[in-house]
């Protein structure tokens, strides 16, 4: 199982990003593929999350109407834009994947229901 992310970098307020991730080595559409970040001395927080055919999506609140996460089941991709960043968004950004186990599926944003996790990519605003 691999899930590769890119797209980080330096920023300034204000301006845009997108990652990117990648995933190989398991049945990309059984999963709910999320984002989570974080920040040098604090907990991994939720960033948002989008459902198996992309149709469906959870945000965190920090990131409500600022932020979009995307899905492209034929390429196995999961990207997340984000606009007007802030220095506060500054965190290692890392792409996730979390397994559904019914039809009635939620959009999970704990950390302990994600199965895999990328290796993370920085994202660094600058004030």
């Known amino acids: 199982v691999q899930l590769q992310a890119s797209g980080g970098g330096l920023v300034q307020t204000g301006g845009s990003l997108r990652l990117s991730c990648a995933a190989s080595g398991f049945i990309f559409t059984s999963y709910v593929m999320g984002w989570f970040r974080q920040a ?3 907990e991994r927080e939720f960033v948002a999350a989008i459902g198996l055919r992309g149709g469906t999506f959870n945000y965190a609140d920090s ?3 600022r932020s979009t996460i995307s ?3 034929a390429k196995n991709t999961v990207s997340l834009r984000m606009d ?3 220095p506060e968004d500054s965190a290692v950004y890392y792409c996730a994947a979390s397994p559904v186990r019914s039809v009635f ?3 999970p944003d704990e950390t ?3 199965r895999y996790w990328g290796q993370g990519t920085q994202v660094t605003v600058s004030s």
């Open 105 to 107: 599926y939620t959009l």
């Open 112 to 114: 302990t229901e994600y």
């Open 84 to 86: 007007n960043l802030k």
């Open 63 to 65: 990131v409500q109407g």
């Open 40 to 42: 040098p001395g604090k």
């Open 71 to 73: 899905r492209d089941n």
